[in-house]
């Protein structure tokens, strides 16, 4: 009967229902796997599915050429056999197949590409949609990634919560009640007159009030023996009394993440040292982790297994030196020496962790004893020793067991007397052939000979060629020797010669290799690029040899001789400026900017005789030359010879005859008050260059100085209707007009100034003065904005636009103006003085050298600076601002013209001009 009952349990092995989720009932999402549904099958059978047809009453689908026999085909071909023609004929039906599908081919290739990038633009891929996003993510930071929150629940469904409850025990209760209570109540056999009853067999009592007052004060004691105030003592200490307490600010709390951190690390160096027991750097960064988590016992524990493990590692050794303390890193590179005693770092190591200098050289020539042929043993043991005798007896065998060392070779030649280092040289030199550093000591030690004093000149002239032919001879030997340095390497030689204090060195290595690698056509451009960038550098004497060697090629170049005395001027002295521009004129008797310079710098050093000489042999050689006749006029007039002066130009008009020297001749006559004759002047040269603008201007404002009105614009009439194109007629001609009172003549002149010379900012700079003067600040900024649409790029324009603004809206208007025309003076010059108003002073300061380095010609910025260091900077300042535009020179600016022009200002120089533009500035 029990065999027959049945079982209750054996629902579980039936088949699960077909539309059955696990886990639906309680909540959760019914997904399938491949687990659930099983490895993939082949489909059902064609017996089984016909079966199945049959089953419904369907007709099997039957393929009506299945049962077709191959042999009694019937048709147009039926019967036929296939032979070698009929194969031939395929192949050629498809290789005409083929080639009417290549011609249709690349339309229809275009075709679908379009309708593809159609369709991707219509539907694109997910990919492309997310391709932003996806680069995105390649800045973001690990915080980033780590503060992305956990997926959640996405379901929308309600879980059901777990409201299980379990009974708490008793005796957790009985125990947690009696926790919070407190014992009021005295043992009464404890309980004494005085206190407690002490354990000690003594019996006596303690009085806990009187050890509380007593550890009070022993602490009071000792922070006033930490603090130095102890008079049993008498001494003080170094430690703070006020950081006694807060001291444990230097501990170092490692947060439960660092740990973690240290935790996964040591798990991960661990694993490795186990699985590779012989690296050497998992060792180290085991015991290095130690370190950092302060378990110095575990580090140097880790080392020490390390150093057993791999005891041919240099790196494992020298760590354990550093963990451990002085003598027992001793000890610990003491064992080192005896695995890897060949190991210079090691030596090395071990010599540092001796303090006396005797126990270092003891070290150190032990260490010369395993490895001879180590170079920096070598040196160590040299810079060790206080005599040079020793220090030479030392290099004199380091350079026997490493002969292949130029290092130790020029170290020994510079011990040596002039004498012996030749033939230490020359040892070298045989030794090792192939290196460039001998050649280059061996000239720079017959420099130093030459420059011994005692010498005459002959012989020192002849000991410097022989520097040059050394270093000649060593760049053939060092060619002989397959040795090719580069052009720029020989460049960096020389340059580091230089530096070095041998000028005359520097020059042979130019000489002998600044032609090498360069195309005989490219020539001058090279040699300027390289002067150039060595002056850039600082390194004066190789540019200077530069040059000198390229004017030795090239001495008909009035460029090279222009490079040559600038750079004099900037670097050198009056002497070597004099004598390269003496050199120059001999070369290039033709070019008048040479005999200008030369007798300007005559005149400047205060040479005037000397000036008139170079000027005399300047008209022997250019008897037409126009600069060279009026450069002798201002320095007869600016020196008081004004009769000579007038003589010059009448004999300038003779032979010369251009109407610049005309323009200047009337210009001499106003400046010495003789209006009549500077007109009369004018008169005659306007007959000869009625086209020439300035003669006009001239005479205008000799009239109108007179207060003659009518005549001055007569003439300024007359010169507009023959240079209709110079703005600087029409501007006059329009303040002469706004002199008189006449502002409505004086606009529609500048209105007809623009329709003749469109696009020019000074005439609508103008037309805005006008409309200012005239009370019409609106009509201003009407004018100002219609000049600003023609000329946007004007800096002139937009600087009058910026102050035009208030105050708020400047500094917008100035980056749109920074925008519009970048490297503008004017505009640069306007921001600089915005941050002077908001008393930025090193920015101003940077804005102001800006501007005078993108125009340095334009002498109100000059003068702006000037201002602005006079109220805020020093008079280093100062003088360094002078100096520049002294060097500069500026013959621009709206208010320097004005300045300089002045026939009160005439004679000053350019500190006295800037000075008085500072002052005018406002």
Known sequence: MAANKPNKLAFL?????????????????????????????????????????ARRGEEPDVDPEQFQDPDNEYGLFAGTTYEADDEEADKI??????????????????????????????????????????????????EEWESIPEVGNLTRKKRKKDERSFVVPDSVLVGDRSSGQY????????????????????????NFVEMGQARDKVLSLKLDQVSGTSTASGLATSVDPKGYLTSLDSVQIKSDAEIGDIKRARMLFDSLVKSNPKHGPGWIAAACLEEHAGRMVAARKLIKQGCEQCPKSEDVWLEAARLH?????????????????????????????????????????????HIPNSVRLWKETVNLESSASDARILLSRAVEVIPLSVELWLALARLETPEKAKAVLNKARKAVPTSHEIWIAAGRLLEQEAQAPGKTDDARKKELDLVDKTIELGVRELRRHQVLLTREQWLKEAEKCEGDGSPRTCEAIIKATVSMDVEEEDRLDTWIGD???????????????????????????????RRAADLERTHGTRESLSAI???????????????????????????????REVLEKAFV????SEQIWLAAVKLEAENGELTVARELLVRARTVADTQRIWM????????????????????????????????????????????????????????????????????????????????????????????????????????????ERSGGATQAKTVLARGLQECPTSGLLWSMAIWAEPRPTRKSRSADALRKATDDPLIIATVARLFWAERKIEKARQWFERAVKVNPDLGDVWGWWLKFEQQHGTTEYQEEVIKGCVVAEPHHGHVWQTIAKDTTNIGRNTKDVLDVVAATLH
């Open 13 to 53: 092995s039936m088949p699960a229902p077909a539309s059955y989720v696990a886990g639906l009932g309680r909540g959760a999402s019914g997904f399938t796997t491949r687990s659930d549904i099983g490895p993939a099958r082949e489909g059902p059978s064609a017996e089984v599915i016909a079966e199945a047809q």
């Open 93 to 142: 039906y498809e290789q005409v197949d083929q080639n009417m599908d290549a011609r249709r081919r690349a339309r229809r290739e275009a075709r679908e590409n379009e309708e593809l990038v159609k369709h991707r633009a219509e539907r694109p891929k997910i990919q492309q949609q997310f391709a932003d996003l996806k680069r995105g993510l390649s800045v973001v930071t690990d």
């Open 183 to 206: 014992e009021n109540a005295l043992d009464p056999q404890q309980q004494t007159s005085g206190g407690f009853e002490t354990p000690a067999e003594s019996g006596t009592l303690t």
């Open 325 to 369: 303390n002085n003598d027992d890193a001793k000890v610990i590179l003491a064992n080192a020496v005896q695995h890897v005693g060949q190991s210079v770092k090691i030596w090395l190591a071990a010599a540092d962790l001796e303090h006396d200098v005797k126990a270092k050289k003891r070290v150190l020539r032990k260490a010369l004893e």
């Open 531 to 561: 002067a150039e960038a060595a002056e850039s550098k600082g390194k004066v004497g190789t540019a200077r040899a530069i040059l000198a060697y390229a004017l030795r090629v090239f001495p008909d170049k009035r460029l090279l001789w």
């Open 581 to 611: 521009l003496e050199r120059a004129v001999h070369h290039c008797p033709q070019a008048e900017v040479l005999w200008l310079m030369w007798a300007k710098e005559k005149w400047m050093a205060g040479d005037v005789p000397a000036a």
């Open 621 to 624: 050689a250019n008897p037409e």
């Open 664 to 771: 200047k001749s009337a210009v001499f006559e106003r400046q010495q008050g003789q209006h009549s004759m500077a007109l009369e002047t004018l008169e005659a040269a306007l007959k000869k260059f009625p086209k020439f603008a300035k003669l006009y201007m001239i005479q205008g404002q000799i009239y109108q100085s007179q207060k003659n009105y009518p005549a001055a614009r007569a003439s300024f009439a007359a010169g507009i209707k023959q240079c209709p194109k110079d703005a600087t007629l029409w501007i006059l001609a329009s303040r002469l007009e706004e002199a008189d009172g006449k502002s409505i003549k004086a606009r529609a002149l500048l209105d007809k100034a623009r329709l003749a010379n469109p696009g020019n900012d000074q005439l609508w700079a103008e037309a805005v003065g006008v409309e």
